[in-house]
């Protein structure tokens, strides 16, 4: 079992208050010992004035960025492809990775045949080291992660060097809707 949470750091994963009680979504609202809007107001406030400031409003636009890296997975190389065309429209200067980019074989770090996915098969590597580099070489401006594994989403951020966000995490078995499970029945229980 975990350690308690300190009682001054936020949790607002924990608030049970109902949805019009909420200092956070109302005003007359009110909130937990833990509600970072109750008793966290420097961060709150120093947030509020950085909102506040033109610069954050429209984020790229008004950062100048011109050219966007959009970094994806193999398996989602049509939401991909989407993401790019609409970007485009926008008047981004779009690039892009493929997470198999370098066409490295599995052998070369180590894998077996055997710890394959597809026994007996030639497969590459997904390369996030490869996808940052080529994303700084190509001087990108912001990068849009396009369902990474997780893992090389924080190996290609971690060496990165602009601003990234994720536009969609990977999971297969939820269509690439991880959220889709917290509404299930197999987590009603938890919720």
Known sequence: MSEPVEANLPR?????????????????????????TLHNR??????????????TREFARRMGFKRFGVVFCEGLRREANAAARVFERQDFEV?????????????????????????????????????????????????????????????FTQHCQAPVTTLIVKDRMLAHNPV?????????DLV
């Open 95 to 155: 690039v892009s990775a493929v997470c198999k980019v370098g066409g490295i074989p599995k052998e070369e770090i180590g894998l077996r045949d055997d710890e394959k996915i597809e026994i007996g098969a030639e497969e590459t590597m997904c390369n996030p080291l490869a996808q940052a580099e080529l994303m700084n070489h190509s001087e990108t401006e912001l990068n849009v992660l396009i369902g990474l594994c997780v893992g090389h989403d924080m190996l």
């Open 42 to 55: 420097q961060a709150v406030d120093r947030a509020r004035r950085t909102l506040s400031d033109p610069a």
């Open 12 to 36: 607002c994963a924990e608030c049970g208050a109902p949805d019009q009680e909420k200092i956070c979504l109302t005003p007359e609202g009110r909130g937990p010992e833990f509600c970072p």
């Open 180 to 188: 889709i499970s917290l509404y299930s029945r197999y987590h009603k």
